[in-house]
Nanobody
Framework: QVQLDESGGGLVQAGGSLSLSCKVS????????MGWFRQAPGKEREFVAA????????YYTNSVKGRFTISRDNAKNTVYLQMNSLKPEDTAVYYC?????????????????WGQGTQVTVSS
């Protein structure tokens, strides 16, 4: 079975940093992008960041540009999200997805390629 193993979440103070990892087991990387979505209490799940198979193209939601950096290591089937200058509004469960389609209308995650989520909490 395909499994996405997320790690790195935790509790940090505003201005701090966290690094998330997502390793895919049971399959090779999709030819589509891989990346992260997040869901805060009372809000819809939203796109955060994605990276192409080659690693040369990256995509970020406006609220994290300049603070978050996504990268991947295909040899390890792993994608990373370095989060700096964290803000309380970054508090959410972060979900990895290994099959993100980049479309003009938005970023579309594959339904069968979700991780279980890792909690990121940023205190004020």
């Amino acid at each position: 079975q395909v499994q996405l193993d997320e790690s790195g979440g935790g509790l940090v103070q505003a201005g701090g940093s966290l690094s998330l990892s997502c390793k895919v087991s049971g399959r090779t990387f999709s030819s589509n992008a891989m990346g992260w979505f997040r869901q805060a209490p009372g809000k819809e799940r939203e796109f955060v960041a994605a990276i192409s198979w080659s690693g040369y193209s990256t995509y970020y939601t406006n609220s994290v540009k300049g603070r978050f950096t996504i990268s991947r290591d295909n040899a390890k089937n792993t994608v990373y999200l370095q989060m700096n200058s964290l803000k309380p509004e970054d508090t959410a469960v972060y979900y990895c997805n290994a099959d993100i389609k980049i479309r003009y209308s938005g970023y579309v995650p594959g339904n069968h390629y979700w991780g279980q989520g890792t909690q990121v909490t940023v205190s004020s």
